[in-house]
């Protein structure tokens, strides 16, 4: 049963901001890792952004810098703020955790546990 909750996708005009947020209970939240990942329609899903216990994170290239990965250890909450959003940022974004030792972006199959996604759209 999915334990991470997502929510502040929306609608925005290009150049625009929003914030992700991911509740977890503690179980899932208390990971070596945690991150975002989003699929475009038709596309693969790929890595985002990722955070480890230590509060290290890393961040997929094609970002440019726009993201920023976060974590509030008294709310059991993992956000993403997203700047200057693009037309190419529209795609579902997912939450996601995993306790497997590393934390990077990447890896896809390591991630074992997965919220439900909210939507993000940017509009040109």
């Known amino acids: 049963q999915v334990q991470l909750f997502e929510s502040g996708g929306g609608s925005v005009q290009a150049g625009g901001s929003l914030r992700l947020s991911c509740t977890a209970s503690s179980y899932y939240y208390n990971t070596n890792c945690m991150g975002w990942f989003r699929q475009a329609p038709g596309q693969e899903r790929e890595g985002v952004a990722a955070?480890?216990?230590?509060?290290?994170?890393s961040y997929a290239p094609f970002l440019e810098a726009r993201f920023t990965i976060s974590k509030e250890n008294t709310k059991n909450t993992l956000y993403l703020q997203m700047d200057n959003l693009k037309p190419e940022d529209t795609a579902m974004y997912y939450c996601a955790s995993h306790h497997s030792q590393g934390c990077w972006y990447g890896g896809i199959n390591y991630w074992s546990y997965w919220g439900h996604g909210t939507q993000v759209t940017v509009s040109s």
């Open positions: 955070i480890g216990t230590d509060g290290t994170a």
